[in-house]
């Protein structure tokens, strides 16, 4: 394992009754990017601010590279932070931003006016370095956040909800401009989003939060593809995961779930030890893993057909599988959709199994990355 | 805004076709609901500004027995081509005397009330016990009367008063300080006056401009390591510079105005220790009833401090004309 760069063990926040952190540990190791994902309210900002050192944990430690950080001041941790409303000084010109953090240093003004060529030129606001901030569209701004930032060299960079402010053209390329930033730098960089799709491109790893507690962190692919629990599954994904009632059961020494006249068989792997057949569970599949099956195909199962959606090259086919409802994403004009029914097959081991009441994963299965 | 320099504005305006007055015409509305203020205006305001500035030019006194004989008198009098402005300015050394006064003691209890108000504003950005209290408190002189100001000051300054027994306190033998009666202590009796009146409008002004300040570049120039006093310099004050700058605009044209207070405390003496330009005009208009001086006395003032109001205003004239 390569070098961890910033540990949080066991980080905890209350505000009064408030638990705001909840006894959250995480790991980031050199180099990676890191997201933090969380509906708003989730504790993801109070992550950030105790990292930065603007407030101070209730328990728990932060290390950067392996030493408490807990006492040192914010100036001195040597970290990053640009705001979701960039922040940046708007009585003082470009240049005069990107030197803020230079002159606090007391670095020599030749060496400042080198790091700012340099940084400026990087950012591509070499052009703008004698306007003021009110002259700047957002993402130019966002630009001079970040290069005001990077011009002091952190050890990590934070960035909290950095696409949020920016309209949709803007994102791609900004997003772009972050990953590029991230390949030239090798920064060590966390991301602090509600955005689902921000996380998954941008990060390698994802921190999925709620209500302060940390759900899940693990790799993009696996956080998409093997929620941890019925949360990470309902957050992740567009259209969002199907959840399917039912009952465990064996059916010719497979396991399945049934629910009135559907059955789903679900793929290989450890159940948890005090699940049995008969307990109530709930499915989990996403739509683009389920795929028309072929006559002969041994995993296939039949639900009905509720309402068919051509959308262009894909076809989105609402189907009910006891009481719930499965959408599935099927190629525009195959005629198998034209029926009452319709028989599915799970792609691979895409078939999460959660406990009815707490949503927790139950079955360990998967190729994980 | 409507160019019509070029064009005369003709073709604009359509002149092809006759205009009529439309009563309907909603374009009318914000001029006919105006009106009243403006007539207002023309009769409180505008029509003595030009009576005092014509009977600033003559000798005019009033002696004519009768209003409207007397009011008749001005537009007979001769126009004697400034020979007032003249006088005061280089033959009247109290006048200017006054004026200088007038400048330090404004520019003292000015910079005296912002560094106290801003001092305390700062402190109530954190939580103390009796806050509620204390923040009312702190409010209550800028509600006073000036005259009430004034008398409550004459009689703490009197020489055998309470200000002398808590020095005699402190000093541990009575003092007996001539607060009124001393040129330079009258002076200082003056501005602690003032300021104790009017630090109160500096400290609510200063606090809701601190509140307004953000909070994001403040936690930026933390995380890039500035100090509390690196910040207060480079990001809150440069935050707050319209906020001051209008506090300053709006305690400048009131300080140049002081007179209840200062009359009742030393009616501008001993001598003319403590006269200022509202005390001078003053006697010189209602004492030695010479109402040409002072409406030419007057008018220097008036055009000094919409000068001076001009140039403090320049530097955020564009962001509040322009709204950015």
Known sequence: MANIKLELVNLRKEFGDLVAVDDVSIAIEESETMALLGPSGCGKSTILNMIVGLEAPTSGDILIDGKSVLNVPPGDRNIGLVFQDYAVFTHMTVRS?????????KMKQPEIDREIAKVSEFLSITHQLDRKPDELGASELQRVAIGRTLVTNPEILLLDEPLSNLEAAMRNQMRRELRRIQADTGQTIIYVTHDQIEALSLAHRIAVMDFGALQQYDTAHNVYQYPANRFVGSFLGNPPMNFLKGKLAEDGGRRVVTSGDSTIPLPAGNLGSDVSAGADVVVGVRPESLSLAAADDPGRFSVPVLAVEPQGPETVVTASFGDSSLKVIVPTGDPAVERDSID???VSDLVALFDAESGVRLLDSGDRR | MVTNTSTGGASTLGLGKPRRFDPNDKKYIPGLLITPVQILLCVMLIFPFILEFVISMTEWQPIYGDFWLAFTSVFTQKINQGINYNYLVTDEPRYLQALGRTVIMSVISL??????????????LKKFWGKRIWFTA???????????VGYTWFMLFQYNGPINQIFGWIAFSPVNLQWLNDGT?????????EVWHWTPLFFLIMLSGLNAVPENPIRAATVLGASNVKIFWTIILPNMRAVIIIA??????????LFDEIYLLTRGGPGT??????????????????????????????VITVVLINMMLKPIRYQLVEGR
Do not use: H, Q
Not at chain 2, 140 to 148: A, E, K, L
Not at chain 2, 273 to 300: N, V
């Open chain 1, 97 to 105: 931003n990107l030197a803020y953090g230079l002159k606090v240093r």
């Open chain 1, 344 to 346: 599915l097959v799970p």
């Open chain 2, 111 to 124: 910079c005296l009330e912002f560094v106290i108000g801003l001092g305390l504003a700062s402190l109530f």
């Open chain 2, 138 to 148: 702190l409010l209550t002189p800028m509600m006073i009367m000036p005259v009430v």
């Open chain 2, 185 to 193: 202590l009258a002076f200082i009796a003056v501005i602690v006056t």
């Open chain 2, 248 to 257: 300053f605009v709006i305690r400048g044209m009131e300080v140049v105005k």
């Open chain 2, 273 to 302: 220790a403590t006269e200022t330009i509202s005390l001078y005009l003053y006697k010189l208009a209602f004492e030695d009833f010479r109402l040409a001086y002072a409406g030419s006395a007057a008018f220097i003032v008036l």
